[in-house]
């Protein structure tokens, strides 16, 4: 063991910092238990519940959950009925895993036989379930030596007090998970983005989805009787649900999913092992919240702050390129293009406020694309302007063509803010359109084309 | 089995509240926020345990208060992680809700010296201990029909616009009727009436309550009104039987499945949501030969 470094000027060894050391170090059996199995569990529960959150499956962990708890309470009385001790955990656990089992069937029924929705048939499993659940514990709680105490872990668990062989199970369990959803990785990412593909390809869909449902019954039963339903239902969607917000990529996600995972679970054992007073299981939680909250905001991806910059830049430009365009129509109904237009005249163009158009001005002087005379006079087109603006008016007058002649939209639906049309279209049919605006068969409300990109 | 005035008071309280609660769920159903009554039922965990905190007091009122605002506090987080955030309804919904349960329980951990609020309580709920002050008539029979009373006057009130709000959002908020608030003042009282039923049934079985007796309703007849007339004849009726099966039907045949002979009641509130599943999945077995009948 090593020795607790002094600090300068103090050898105080306040009884905090000695448990501190204890759990930095590790040296609680104890807490390295708790640590393993929890860490393990946070894990494996992430990346299922990743294919969960895809198939936007989320709260099915939470009604297999509840559904488990009659099959506990049952086994418990059946075990006693047939004279063995109710209370052993393999006979528990395999009857939380049957009636688990019947829950999905019931979920997957309705969902067949009925118009009810999916949210409708998962609430409809839960709470059902959980009665007949209720009902039953409360039949254990009257057999003679059948106090439901051992039943009670199921609801909230019992982290803290994690024996070595329940981390075993959960550790052996969780690497098993692991193991099968990297080798039907392929398989499950199908299932994920386009099941009615993987079905036509010959895919066994049907089975692929009871393989994810068994994987997610194996967490949530191992889970359960080691860290409380709460828990488990929180990890299978919370660290999941966080890493969407730092990839597209779903390998990078599960990942991501399982890293946080386990991360919240180190964190919240780390936070009750130092404060004895706070529920394991619902620090860990917590945990995952705060991790939640960070993803949502400064996710690398799809975080709000990456997004309301994007959003905020395509308006920038929008609002550019409405102003180049308008000038350049303006210009070009006067004489040519570089002719100076006033602002009431961009003003009867579009419908925007004097001093939103004045500020886009002042902008696009910024930008080099126009010269503006002060106190809002005459706005010019600069060299680079004109090209721009030519540009964005082709592109937008061949969209209308396009619209008018080959997409039978009505031209009242046609956009004002096409882009790029060569992006999207054959060069073949944006010939033919260049050809049609050039020719004088146009519509009276596409004018002419201002000048072909040079090829 | 002997029948006494607690037990006529644990049908009458139990069938009123399953009423009450039928009347938001039809909405909840048509609206697609099964889940919801889920996640309320969770999340006001904390609201009680901040309420109790602030105040020191076990009052009725900054319970409910506190249970209310906690509840209108998932409804709108939720929404907030669905849009700006673009998770999926039922992820986002699981975010919330846990992590406000998470807080519940820890808020409770912490003022344990203070409070006397066991989780436990909150989530079975026992509406045979509930009933016990008969004189002459408990109260939380009066805060049950209360309860109804609100919900079905509500119900009659707003009815022109809950409809349209459920069917069609788009077409609601176009008239004039703003369909996120339709849906932020069924989540208010979503949340009231959880509350109330807490302390009969808890936090889970309100679930049963709230959705079950609705679908069953779905089930048989495309009408609003129908439909909500049936909810909570179902209601009823799983209330009724489902106590009786707890006093009579299920000790007995337990009783002889373990061979233990001394079991007594079982949970009446476990029942009444078993009962009303089996009047669900009875009425869906029906529906489906029904209509194949016919070819």
New interface residues.
């Given amino acids: 063991m090593k020795p607790w470094p002094n600090f300068p000027g103090g050898e105080v060894r306040s009884a905090e910092m000695e448990t501190f050391w204890r759990l930095i170090s590790l040296q609680d059996h104890n807490t390295r238990i708790v640590l393993a199995g929890a860490c393990a569990l946070g894990a494996a529960a992430g990346l299922v519940g990743t294919f969960l959150?895809l198939r936007?499956?989320?709260?099915l962990g939470?009604t297999l959950g509840?559904a488990t708890l009659p099959g506990v309470a049952a086994a418990f009385?059946?075990a006693?009925?047939l004279g063995y001790a109710g209370k052993s955990l393999p006979v528990l656990l395999v009857g939380a895993a049957l009636s688990g089992v019947t829950g999905m069937a019931?979920v997957i029924l309705?969902r067949k036989?009925?118009?009810?929705?999916d949210?409708?048939a998962?609430?409809?499993v839960?709470?059902?379930?959980?009665?007949?659940?209720?009902?039953?514990?409360?039949?254990v709680q009257?057999?003679?030596g059948g106090n439901a105490a051992g039943l009670?872990h199921f609801?909230?668990g019992k982290t803290a007090s994690m024996t070595t062989s329940d981390a075993m199970v959960i550790f052996g369990a969780s690497l098993a998970v692991a193991v099968m959803c990297v080798a039907f990785f392929k398989e499950f990412a199908l299932l994920c983005f386009d099941e009615g593909f993987a079905g036509a390809a010959g895919w066994p869909v049907r089975l692929l989805d009871v393989v994810l449902m068994t994987l997610v019954v194996v967490v949530t039963v191992v889970g359960l009787q080691a860290v409380g339903l709460?828990l488990v239902?929180?990890l299978l969607?919370?660290p999941?649900?966080a890493a969407?917000?730092w990839s597209d990529r779903l390998g990078v996600m599960a990942v991501a999913a399982a890293g946080i995972g386990l991360l919240s679970a180190a964190l919240g054992v780390a936070a009750s092992a130092l404060f004895p007073?706070?529920?394991a299981?619902?620090?860990i939680?917590?945990c995952?919240?705060v991790f939640?909250a960070i993803s949502?905001i400064f996710g690398a991806r799809?975080g709000?702050l990456v997004?309301s910059y994007g959003e905020r830049q395509g308006m920038v430009r929008l609002r550019r390129e409405h102003l180049l365009r308008a000038i350049y129509e303006c210009a070009e109904e006067l004489s040519s293009p570089e002719q100076a237009v006033s602002v009431s005249q961009l003003l009867a163009k579009r419908p925007w406020k004097r001093n939103a158009l004045r500020r886009e001005i002042e902008h696009a002087a910024e930008a080099g694309l126009a010269t503006a005379a002060v106190d809002g006079g005459d706005v010019q087109l600069t060299g680079r302007g004109v090209a721009e603006a030519r540009r964005l008016v082709r592109n937008h007058r061949l969209w209308e063509l396009y619209l008018l002649h080959h997409a039978e939209v009505a031209p009242a639906r046609i956009d004002r803010d096409a882009d790029l049309i060569e992006h999207v279209l054959d060069p073949k049919i944006v010939d033919e359109l260049e050809a049609l605006l050039d020719s004088g068969r146009r519509e009276t409300f596409v004018p002419g084309n201002p000048e072909k990109l040079p090829t | 089995m002997t029948w006494t005035e607690i037990d006529t008071w644990i049908v009458v309280t139990g069938a009123l509240i399953s009423m009450a609660c039928a009347v938001p769920g039809v909405f909840l159903?048509l609206n697609?926020?099964?889940?919801l009554?889920?996640a309320i039922s969770h999340a006001v965990l904390p609201g009680i345990a901040i309420a109790f905190l602030v105040t020191g007091t076990r009052e009725p009122l900054p319970m409910f208060l506190g249970a209310v605002i906690a509840g209108l506090f998932t409804g709108v987080l939720t929404e907030v992680?669905h849009r700006?955030?673009?998770?999926?309804s039922?992820?986002?919904?699981?975010?919330v809700f846990?992590?406000l349960?998470?807080?519940g329980?820890?808020l409770i951990?912490?003022a344990?010296d203070r409070v006397d609020l066991d989780?436990?309580c909150v989530?079975?709920g026992a509406i045979e201990t509930a009933v016990v002050d008969v004189n002459p008539v408990p109260q939380i029979a009066w805060l049950s029909g209360g309860m109804l009373a609100v919900n079905f006057l509500l119900a009659g009130m707003f009815y022109k616009e809950l409809r349209i709000s459920a069917f069609d959002p788009a077409l609601s908020t176009a008239c004039g009727i703003p369909a996120r608030w339709m849906q932020h003042g069924l989540t208010v009282v979503t949340a009231m009436t959880t509350v109330v039923a807490f302390e009969s049934v808890?936090s889970?079985?309100?679930?049963?309550m709230?959705?079950?007796p609705g679908?069953t309703a779905?089930?048989l007849s495309p009408r609003l009104s129908v439909v909500l007339g049936l909810a909570m004849a179902v209601a009823a009726f799983s209330a009724v039987a489902g106590h009786v099966a707890?006093i009579s039907v299920?000790?007995a045949a337990?009783a002889k499945?373990?061979?233990?002979a001394?079991?007594?009641?079982?949970?009446s509130?476990?029942?009444?949501?078993?009962l009303?599943?089996l009047t669900?999945?009875l009425v869906?077995a029906t529906?489906?030969l029904a209509q194949r009948r016919p070819q």
Avoid: N, W
């Fill in positions: 959150l936007k499956r989320s709260l939470d509840h009385l059946v006693e009925a019931a309705i036989f009925s118009h009810i929705k949210d409708a998962l609430a409809i839960l709470s059902v379930f959980f009665g007949a659940g209720v009902t039953l514990v409360t039949a009257q057999l003679p009670d609801i909230y709460l239902v929180a969607v919370i999941p649900a969407r917000f007073r706070l529920p299981g619902a620090v939680v917590l995952a919240a939640f949502m799809r709000v997004r | 159903l697609k926020q099964s889940m009554g889920d992680i700006r955030g673009r998770v999926e039922g992820a986002a919904l699981g975010v846990c992590s349960f998470a807080l329980l820890v951990r912490l344990a989780p436990g989530l079975y808890g889970i079985l309100v679930i049963a709230l959705i079950v679908a779905l089930l707890a299920i000790p337990l499945l373990t061979g233990f001394a079991l007594g009641a079982v949970s509130a476990g029942m009444m949501a078993v009303s599943g669900f999945f869906l529906v489906r």
